[in-house]
Every structure is written in C-alpha cells, then in structure tokens.
C-alpha cells in the first residue's frame, strides 16, 4: 500500500490535504488520511483513526455513534492541526451487506455481538497495522489518540509510535443506541465513562 493521490479539501471545519492510499492507482474503495493544514510532525499529532460506517458517517444513523464521533474527531483535529485516518473497514470489517443483516438480527433481539457470531462472522474484523502504515509514511511518531477502544491504543503497543494520551470520544446515548453503547462498554471492554 502506498501514498496514491492527493489535494486539498476545503471542509466546514478547515482546510485538509486528502490524500488517498492503496496498493495500486486503480483502487476504487482507498484508506483515507485527512491531515489537517499546519500539521507539524516534530509534536505529539492529534489523530483518529475512524473506520468506514457509511450509515453512522455519511446518513446519520442513529443505531451507532459513529457519524457523531467522526464529526468531532474533524473539529478536534482542525483545531489542533492534526490527522484523522479513514479506513475502508465497514461495519468492524464485516462489510456493508452483512452489516446489514446483522441490523436485522438486532431489530429481533441480538445485541451486536451475537448478530455478528449468528451470521458466522468475527465480532471485530479490523486491523489497524494499514493505520501504523500510513502514520510513516506521514512521518509521525507521537500521537494524541482520539479514541474508546482499548483495541486501537494496543495496536500501538509492539510499535514505533508513541501514544501519548488518549482523548475520549463520549456521545449522548439515545434510545436508538443505548443498547449498542451498553455492548461496546460492557462486552467489548470499550472506554465510554461511568
């Protein structure tokens, strides 16, 4: 996987190159990496790395949290001229149909996790070493994660990037995702407060 393509967006929350990564120039579905204007490698970056929900980021759902964490991922990391890492892993790396037929098994009873396990599937199919890939090629080595899974701060742990904080991501529950927050929380070990 390498660096593919890229120009500067202007966004609501500020000015961003999009630079666009993947094995080859013909990849229809790349990993993103947003880096916001002024980043300066030689500090601790702010950085998300957010993976694909196109119901949560792009149509609002409200059966997850996603799309509200990626929006203030966004404006945490114009102010801080930081990095957020797009990555192509739909539904934890399930892909979009099968997420789909796991939100019919929660609209009958499952929590998210036994949806995923009924259909076959792993509970978490994301990995994040094409996240450590792109941070060398954008030559950081410090970061501020933006994050409440236990599972992305590890991914650093055996590696050469430093995380030097963790910056929490909490949302407001509501009725629609209540019991998928609860899931993150109490199964998946995810960090969402009290």
């Known amino acids: 996987m390498k660096r593919q393509s890229e ?4 966004m609501p929350q500020g000015s961003f190159n999009l630079i666009a990564y993947a094995a080859d120039s013909g990849e229809q579905m790349p990993h993103i990496a947003l880096v916001a204007e002024g980043l300066d490698v030689s500090k601790s970056v702010s950085l998300r790395i957010h993976s694909e929900c196109l119901t949560g980021d792009l149509f609002g759902s409200k059966r997850c949290d996603c799309g509200e964490q990626l929006q203030r991922s ?9 990095v957020l890492l797009y990555l192509r892993q739909e539904g934890r790396g399930i892909g979009l149909i099968n997420k789909l037929k796991a939100y019919q098994l929660q609209d009958v009873g499952l929590n998210t996790i036994d949806a995923n396990t009924h259909l076959g599937l792993n509970v978490d199919d994301r990995h994040y070493d094409i996240a450590i890939q792109m941070l060398h090629d954008l030559k950081i080595t410090k970061i501020n994660l933006l994050t409440n899974n236990p599972d ?3 991914a650093f742990d055996d590696g050469d990037i430093e995380v030097v904080k963790r910056i929490p991501l909490i949302t407001t529950p509501l009725p629609e995702n209540e019991n998928y927050l609860s899931t993150k929380k109490d199964i998946l070990g995810h960090l969402l407060g009290d």
């Open 7 to 10: 120009a500067t967006i202007p």
């Open 74 to 82: 966004l404006a945490i990391i114009a102010e801080e001229k930081g």
């Open 152 to 154: 992305k701060i590890a």
